[in-house]
Protein backbone atom coordinates (compact mmCIF):
# COMPACT_ATOMS: atom_id res chain seq x y z
CA UNK A 1 0.00 0.00 0.00
CA UNK A 2 3.16 2.52 1.18
CA UNK A 3 4.39 1.99 -2.67
CA UNK A 4 1.21 2.44 -4.38
CA UNK A 5 1.02 5.93 -2.42
CA UNK A 6 4.54 6.63 -3.33
CA UNK A 7 3.77 6.30 -7.06
CA UNK A 8 0.25 8.01 -6.73
CA UNK A 9 2.47 10.67 -5.49
CA UNK A 10 4.80 10.92 -7.98
CA UNK A 11 2.03 10.94 -10.73
CA UNK A 12 0.52 13.63 -8.83
CA UNK A 13 3.85 15.41 -9.18
CA UNK A 14 4.58 14.63 -12.57
CA UNK A 15 0.83 14.88 -14.39
CA UNK A 16 1.34 18.83 -14.41
CA UNK A 17 4.41 18.94 -16.04
CA UNK A 18 3.69 16.13 -18.53
CA UNK A 19 0.49 18.21 -19.30
CA UNK A 20 2.36 21.24 -19.79
CA UNK A 21 4.97 19.86 -21.96
CA UNK A 22 2.16 18.29 -24.18
CA UNK A 23 -0.12 21.92 -23.96
CA UNK A 24 3.08 23.52 -24.86
CA UNK A 25 4.01 20.68 -28.16
CA UNK A 26 0.35 21.13 -29.14
CA UNK A 27 0.58 25.28 -29.62
CA UNK A 28 3.42 24.52 -31.84
CA UNK A 29 5.99 25.39 -30.17
CA UNK A 30 9.24 25.00 -32.04
CA UNK A 31 17.03 26.40 -28.31
CA UNK A 32 16.60 28.80 -31.23
CA UNK A 33 13.66 31.80 -31.46
CA UNK A 34 11.60 32.18 -34.12
CA UNK A 35 9.88 35.69 -34.26
CA UNK A 36 10.18 36.73 -30.50
CA UNK A 37 7.54 38.83 -29.50
CA UNK A 38 8.48 42.37 -28.17
CA UNK A 39 7.29 42.71 -25.18
CA UNK A 40 8.44 45.17 -22.00
CA UNK A 41 8.17 43.61 -18.94
CA UNK A 42 5.54 40.95 -18.61
CA UNK A 43 3.88 40.58 -15.65
CA UNK A 44 2.90 36.96 -14.35
CA UNK A 45 -0.71 35.84 -15.54
CA UNK A 46 -3.32 33.70 -14.04
CA UNK A 47 -7.10 33.22 -15.11
CA UNK A 48 -9.49 35.61 -14.12
CA UNK A 49 -11.51 33.38 -12.15
CA UNK A 50 -9.22 31.48 -10.71
CA UNK A 51 -5.70 33.20 -8.99
CA UNK A 52 -2.99 31.42 -8.71
CA UNK A 53 -2.28 30.94 -5.10
CA UNK A 54 2.07 30.60 -5.35
CA UNK A 55 2.22 33.05 -7.90
CA UNK A 56 4.26 35.52 -6.28
CA UNK A 57 7.02 32.52 -4.72
CA UNK A 58 7.08 30.81 -8.48
CA UNK A 59 8.36 33.82 -10.05
CA UNK A 60 10.33 34.84 -7.34
CA UNK A 61 11.99 31.52 -7.60
CA UNK A 62 12.19 31.87 -11.20
CA UNK A 63 13.31 35.44 -11.18
CA UNK A 64 16.73 34.10 -8.84
CA UNK A 65 17.22 31.35 -11.57
CA UNK A 66 17.16 33.98 -14.16
CA UNK A 67 19.78 36.20 -12.92
CA UNK A 68 21.94 33.31 -11.42
CA UNK A 69 22.11 32.33 -15.02
CA UNK A 70 20.33 28.89 -14.88
CA UNK A 71 17.02 30.21 -16.33
CA UNK A 72 16.31 31.68 -19.63
CA UNK A 73 13.14 30.69 -21.56
CA UNK A 74 9.55 30.80 -20.99
CA UNK A 75 7.34 29.11 -18.00
CA UNK A 76 3.88 28.00 -17.93
CA UNK A 77 2.40 26.42 -15.16
CA UNK A 78 -0.97 24.93 -15.12
CA UNK A 79 -2.82 23.13 -12.36
CA UNK A 80 -6.42 22.53 -11.46
CA UNK A 81 -8.21 25.37 -14.06
CA UNK A 82 -5.04 27.79 -13.16
CA UNK A 83 -2.45 29.18 -15.34
CA UNK A 84 1.27 31.11 -14.35
CA UNK A 85 2.69 32.06 -17.46
CA UNK A 86 5.96 34.26 -17.50
CA UNK A 87 9.13 35.10 -19.87
CA UNK A 88 12.34 35.00 -18.11
CA UNK A 89 15.69 36.32 -19.76
CA UNK A 90 15.99 37.73 -23.63
CA UNK A 91 14.94 35.90 -26.50
CA UNK A 92 17.69 37.72 -28.75
CA UNK A 93 20.02 39.12 -27.18
CA UNK A 94 21.91 40.89 -30.13
CA UNK A 95 18.20 43.05 -30.67
CA UNK A 96 17.11 42.78 -26.13
CA UNK A 97 13.89 41.00 -27.03
CA UNK A 98 12.64 39.77 -23.81
CA UNK A 99 10.87 36.51 -23.86
CA UNK A 100 7.27 36.19 -23.12
CA UNK A 101 4.93 32.89 -22.74
CA UNK A 102 4.75 33.81 -26.93
CA UNK A 103 7.75 33.19 -27.37
CA UNK A 104 8.47 30.80 -29.85
CA UNK A 105 11.58 28.43 -29.91
CA UNK A 106 12.83 25.76 -32.35
CA UNK A 107 13.18 22.92 -29.81
CA UNK A 108 13.63 20.20 -33.14
CA UNK A 109 12.88 16.49 -32.01
CA UNK A 110 13.26 17.34 -27.83
CA UNK A 111 9.65 16.85 -27.30
CA UNK A 112 9.37 13.46 -28.96
CA UNK A 113 9.56 11.81 -25.93
CA UNK A 114 6.49 13.73 -24.07
CA UNK A 115 4.62 13.74 -27.34
CA UNK A 116 4.33 9.78 -26.98
CA UNK A 117 4.54 9.96 -23.20
CA UNK A 118 1.01 12.43 -23.18
CA UNK A 119 -0.48 9.46 -26.05
CA UNK A 120 0.11 6.02 -23.91
CA UNK A 121 -1.26 7.89 -20.25
CA UNK A 122 -4.05 8.77 -22.83
CA UNK A 123 -4.03 5.52 -24.28
CA UNK A 124 -3.87 4.06 -20.81
CA UNK A 125 -6.92 6.56 -19.67
CA UNK A 126 -8.83 5.02 -22.26
CA UNK A 127 -8.89 8.45 -23.98
CA UNK A 128 -7.35 6.84 -27.17
CA UNK A 129 -5.26 3.54 -28.42
CA UNK A 130 -2.18 3.82 -30.53
CA UNK A 131 -3.89 1.63 -33.04
CA UNK A 132 -6.62 4.29 -34.03
CA UNK A 133 -6.34 5.65 -37.45
CA UNK A 134 -5.30 9.29 -37.72
CA UNK A 135 -8.59 10.11 -39.56
CA UNK A 136 -10.74 9.28 -36.35
CA UNK A 137 -8.95 12.77 -34.96
CA UNK A 138 -8.74 14.89 -37.58
CA UNK A 139 -11.97 16.24 -39.21
CA UNK A 140 -11.81 16.21 -43.18
CA UNK A 141 -8.89 13.75 -42.98
CA UNK A 142 -7.50 13.47 -46.69
CA UNK A 143 -8.41 9.76 -48.28
CA UNK A 144 -4.80 8.58 -48.56
CA UNK A 145 -4.42 9.63 -44.55
CA UNK A 146 -7.12 7.02 -44.16
CA UNK A 147 -4.38 3.79 -43.71
CA UNK A 148 -2.19 5.64 -41.20
CA UNK A 149 -2.40 4.57 -37.56
CA UNK A 150 -0.83 6.60 -34.19
CA UNK A 151 1.80 3.93 -34.06
CA UNK A 152 2.50 5.17 -37.20
CA UNK A 153 2.93 8.49 -36.31
CA UNK A 154 5.18 7.26 -32.98
CA UNK A 155 7.67 5.13 -34.53
CA UNK A 156 8.03 7.24 -38.01
CA UNK A 157 6.68 4.59 -40.15
CA UNK A 158 4.20 4.00 -42.27
CA UNK A 159 2.40 2.05 -45.15
CA UNK A 160 2.66 2.82 -48.54
CA UNK A 161 -0.02 5.58 -48.51
CA UNK A 162 1.98 7.14 -45.97
CA UNK A 163 4.33 7.92 -49.05
CA UNK A 164 1.25 10.28 -50.89
CA UNK A 165 2.41 12.60 -47.51
CA UNK A 166 5.93 12.46 -47.37
CA UNK A 167 7.77 11.04 -50.65
CA UNK A 168 11.31 11.27 -50.33
CA UNK A 169 10.94 9.40 -46.79
CA UNK A 170 9.10 6.40 -48.81
CA UNK A 171 11.83 7.02 -51.64
CA UNK A 172 14.35 5.84 -48.95
CA UNK A 173 12.39 3.33 -47.70
CA UNK A 174 12.04 1.71 -51.11
CA UNK A 175 8.27 1.57 -51.68
Known amino acids: MQTYNR ?23 SGTVINPV ?23 Y ?12 AVLVAQNGMLFAKGYGL ?4 AGIANTPQTRFRIGSITKQFTAMAILMLQE ?24 TLVHLLTHSGSPA ?14
Open 38 to 60: PHGTFTPTATASKPFPNAAQIDA
Open 162 to 175: HCVIEKWVCSMKGF
Open 7 to 29: RHRWKLLWMPLIATAFALICAGC
Open 125 to 148: RGKLHVTDHLCLYISDCPRDWQPI
Open 62 to 73: LTHLNQTGVLSG
Open 91 to 94: ADRD
